[in-house]
């Protein structure tokens, strides 16, 4: 069976967004969504490996709420929902 390697980057734009709730509001940003991917492979068919300058996937194969997120944006109110 062959391996299958997982790697796990958080972008220059996420950290940014991060560093700039934290120093407005003392809490980190909330998470709106996750998306997952494959880095994708190059014209010699070798895998392009994610860098943290990356702003978006190159083939996304999964996009979810968080839980928790989910379950306030199906259970509040529209006028009431947090800002998701």
């Not at 220059?12 to 967004?17: E, I, L, Q, S, T």
């Not at 928790?68 to 259970?75: C, D, E, H, S």
């Amino acid at each position: 069976m062959a391996e299958t390697a997982l790697t796990v980057i958080t972008t220059n734009k996420v950290r940014a967004k991060m560093a700039k709730a934290i120093a407005e509001t003392g809490r980190i940003a909330i998470i709106k969504e996750l998306a997952f991917g494959t880095g994708g492979v190059d014209e010699n068919n070798e895998p392009i490996a994610p860098s943290v300058a990356d702003n978006a996937l190159r083939r996304e194969v999964f996009r979810n709420l968080p839980a928790k997120a989910r379950a306030v944006a199906t259970a509040a109110p529209i006028s009431s929902a947090p800002n998701f």
